[in-house]
């Protein structure tokens, strides 16, 4: 038996953050789905394939590894890509590469695969409506997307890599409309799930609102 939480939401909704501390907090494995697609993307402007070179992506996807260690750190094929995949290339790949359905059948087999047997908590676009529509706790994380655009710079910054607030902003509202107008698995609150705004929260709030969430839910 495993317990699954799983928090969805749009990019820059803090979904990594709040997830990595929930589950330290409650010693659930947190497992980044999003960076599983960061990977895949990673790997294709690695191999300088193009979004439509399809059998090539698949030669990618049969013999792709990916790793994530309990430190969360992350890896590709045996080498650590932890911060290589935050990287501007690879943000403006993920969107479309995720849209790709050999891509989502792929990751969806190693996401479960990943959460097999364990009490996890996994966050990303698609978790509480394609790849956990049974789990146990639903959030749906969000925030408004000029919040969202200020976070992202701020991390950004932190991690050495340059971007203006207005071009975040207008990548995030690209990222918006793509991830909730795909054909496969949009980006969309579960009819189960508790939303969450986190506009006006700091960390410390949204993290205390998501675990108070999880164990009303589970009682």
């Given at each position: 038996?495993?317990?699954?939480?799983?928090?969805?939401?749009?990019?820059?909704?803090?979904?990594?953050?709040i997830t990595k501390l929930v589950g330290e907090r409650l010693g659930l494995v947190n497992i980044d789905t999003g960076a599983t697609f960061?990977?895949?993307a990673l790997n294709m402007i690695q191999e300088n394939i193009k979004i439509e070179e399809e059998k090539k992506i698949q030669e990618v996807l049969d013999k792709i590894h990916i790793k994530m260690e309990p430190n969360g750190k992350i890896f590709l094929n045996e080498k650590e890509v932890t911060k290589r995949i935050r990287e501007n290339d690879v943000n403006d790949l993920v969107s479309p590469v995720s849209t790709l359905p050999i891509v989502r059948n792929k990751l969806l087999e190693i996401q479960r695969k990943i959460a097999e047997g364990k009490n996890v908590i996994m966050e990303g676009r698609d978790i509480g409506t394609v790849v956990f529509p049974n789990a146990d706790v639903k959030i749906y994380l969000d925030a408004t997307a000029e919040e969202?655009?200020?976070?992202?710079?701020?991390?950004?910054?932190e991690k050495g890599i340059e971007a203006s607030y207005e071009e975040v902003l207008e990548k995030i509202k690209e990222r918006d409309k793509r991830d909730s107008t795909r054909e496969i698995a949009p980006l969309k609150k579960a009819e189960d799930a508790i939303y969450v705004d986190s506009t006006n929260l700091n960390i410390d709030q949204v993290v205390e609102e998501v675990i108070n969430i999880i164990k009303d839910v589970s009682k």
């Open positions: 038996m495993s317990f699954i939480v799983a928090i969805d939401g749009p990019a820059g909704a803090g979904k990594g953050t960061r990977c895949v969202r655009a200020r976070r992202r710079v701020l991390q950004n910054q």
